[in-house]
């Protein structure tokens, strides 16, 4: 029962951390939490801010910049049923998808509890030696929760919760997936990611048609399920995962009030994609946040060829081939803004987001 030196697994940061861990840690921060939530009472479903991406995609990142904001405890994954064991006997699959006009009243009271900081997860997700993450844990009267599995989710909770803000990040298809199947976070229980790391196609496939069987409009699209069917690589089947898990939330883009962060800008022009984000929500840009996106060197010149290798690391670990059939499997779900650039072509991303002839739109 020694002390173990852990790698932190969680966002997309440049510079590998270590933090030292011990058995003891979940109990330690759960019970920090549980006085913090008696010392502050919860806090304002007004003031909660929330951030959504696919895995791998920088939701982390996200996360630990808006974190700085003063008053905000954080919330690690609020559908994981491994930080709220009580959702694993609901019956969720890991990428829950709800129409709009749904109610569930389970799952509706699950989330007005961790919007409004009245909830703490059994495993928390900070570090016991960050002092200042302490301070803001005992002190706080703001939440911000994140989620790499609440895209589908997303257009159900904007209906049904009226929050501050509300950031969905994307990432390159490609990145994503490389970053997936390097890291092993790919969005589901980990005996089934071990299994999709090895290439298990069959299994993939399976998880991938029965959530395309809960999603309205989809699955009435033959040609989706025969597409499905006919693929043979996990790249693919992942890339298919990517593509649901934005289609549904950008099919209500111009319906519910929330913004996009383009992840390959946010590490390219962090100062300006910064500004922007804090400015929707009235603050500003706290000094902090410059020094979670600062690289080592303090040139101009190597930030640039820093942040160009950053977005372009995929190509060194996928194939020609995969990179190809990726992409291919985007489009075939009408995202074309992505391609074998490492950013995506802006323009053709801001036509897709006002587009109302969308391929495969959710209504």
């Not at 006009?101 to 900070?126: D, I, M, R, T, W």
Request: hydrophobic fraction near 35%; proline fraction near 5%.
């Amino acid at each position: 029962m020694g002390l173990k030196v852990l790698e932190k697994r969680g966002g997309d940061r440049r510079d590998k951390m270590k933090r030292i861990t011990t058995p003891f840690d979940p109990h330690i921060k759960r019970i920090i939490d549980l006085i913090g939530l008696k010392l502050n009472g919860g806090s304002n479903l007004e003031d909660t801010i929330i951030i959504s991406g696919a895995p791998r995609t920088g939701t982390t990142l996200l996360m630990e910049i808006l974190a700085t904001l003063p008053g905000y405890k954080t919330i690690f994954e609020p559908l994981h049923p491994n930080r709220f064991p009580y959702l694993s006997k609901l019956g969720y699959p890991p990428r829950i998808y709800l129409n709009t006009a749904e109610n569930n009243e389970l799952l509706y009271n699950h989330l007005k509890n961790v919007f409004s900081g009245k909830v703490v997860a059994q495993n928390p997700h900070y570090s016991l030696f960050n002092f200042k993450e302490l301070y803001r844990r005992l002190s706080f009267n703001k939440i911000c929760a994140k989620f790499i599995n609440g895209n589908r989710l997303l257009p159900w909770i904007l209906d049904k919760f009226a929050l501050k803000a509300t950031f969905l990040i994307i990432r390159h298809p490609c990145a994503t997936i490389s970053s997936q199947l390097k890291t092993g976070w790919i969005g589901y229980p980990k005996k089934y990611e071990m299994e999709i790391r090895k290439g298990n196609v069959i299994l993939l496939k399976r998880i991938v048609l029965e959530e395309i069987s809960m999603i309205d409009h989809l699955k009435e699209k033959q040609e989706i399920i025969n597409k499905i069917n006919n693929m043979q690589t996990v790249e693919e089947l992942l890339a298919v995962e990517w593509s649901i898990d934005y289609i549904v939330p950008l099919s209500f883009f111009n319906k519910y009030s929330w913004d996009l962060i383009v992840y390959e800008n946010l590490i390219k022009n962090y100062r300006q994609t910064l500004d922007d984000m804090f400015d929707k929500i009235g603050q500003n840009t706290p000094k902090e946040t410059l020094k979670i996106m600062e690289r080592p060197s303090s040139t101009s010149r190597e930030k640039k060829i820093l942040a160009k290798k950053q977005l372009q690391k995929w190509k060194k670990h996928l194939s020609q081939n995969k990179i190809k059939k990726i992409i291919n499997v985007a489009n075939f779900f009408g995202i074309d803004f992505y391609n074998e650039n490492a950013e995506p072509d802006y323009d053709a991303l801001t036509y897709y987001l006002n587009s109302k002839n969308k391929p495969f739109l959710l209504e």
